[in-house]
């Protein structure tokens, strides 16, 4: 029998959940969390925004919201492991309660999973398991399904592997094969940005338990 609770993400008590945002590129989803935490009942503040390369615009949009950026750039530090290990201190010293990947294109090192295990939320363009790592969208179209979508799911060592917290459908069309999948992406995204807020309102709010790949979010 799965063990009960082996891990858990209780909402901070009385207080905005404190998210940390990681983007590499033009950071809809990002806007989209920036737009949901102006409501206080949201129940999330966003104390700072990283990302992995500069002159993205998804830094301009944390700038205009006023936000706190810091970039660390994969070819800056000596290897991984030290890139690793900067990315973790920036965003520990952010005390964040979650860290959400939006559209962040490298893959997490093992001390920053380490820090945040259960608490970073990842979206993804494809219904995992089917089509992760970063060609999602046309990996789906390559493949020949008929309907693909989008993941908001936890974090865990492998990539795109975590436990599941909420899917949505999209279906593919015949002309989405003529266009490369630019049209069938921003259709994912618009399902995509709605669902990670959705999620991560409700984590921030209630929390989350992990029971054998199983995340509860409480009613
Ligand atoms: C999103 O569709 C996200 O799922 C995807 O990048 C896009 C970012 O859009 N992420 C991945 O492919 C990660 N493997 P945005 O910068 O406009 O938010």
Redesign the pocket.
């Known amino acids: 029998m799965a063990a009960a609770h082996p891990l858990a993400f209780p909402a901070p008590p009385g207080r905005p959940a404190r998210l940390v945002v990681l983007?590499?590129?033009?950071?809809?989803?990002?806007?989209a969390l920036i737009d949901a935490v102006a409501d206080s009942a949201y129940g999330a503040e966003i104390v700072a925004v990283g990302a992995d390369r500069s002159g993205i615009?998804?830094l301009e949009r944390a700038e205009r919201a006023g936000l706190a950026t810091f970039v660390h750039r994969v070819k800056d530090f000596a290897d991984r492991a030290d890139w690793d290990a900067a990315l973790t201190a920036s965003v520990a010293a952010y005390q964040p309660d979650l860290v959400v990947?939006?559209?962040?294109?490298k893959i997490l090192g093992d001390r920053f999973i380490a820090a945040f295990a259960g608490r970073i939320v990842?979206?993804?363009?494809a219904l995992l398991p089917a089509f992760?790592?970063?060609?999602?969208?046309t990996d789906a179209l390559a493949y020949g399904v008929k309907v693909t979508g989008?993941t908001v799911h936890l974090v865990d060592a492998g990539v795109?592997t975590g436990p599941i917290i909420a899917q949505g459908v999209v279906p593919i069309t015949d002309a989405d094969h003529a266009d490369g999948g630019e049209a069938l992406?921003e259709r994912?995204?618009t399902v995509?940005?709605q669902l990670l807020v959705d999620v991560v309102g409700r984590l921030a709010r209630e929390g989350h338990r992990i029971e054998d790949r199983k995340v509860w979010i409480p009613a």
Not at 101 to 105: D, I, L
Not at 122 to 125: E, I, L, Y
């Open positions: 983007v590499s590129g033009s950071g809809t989803n990002l806007q615009a998804g990947t939006a559209g962040f294109m990842n979206t993804h363009p992760p790592g970063a060609h999602g969208v989008c795109d992406h994912i995204k995509e940005r």
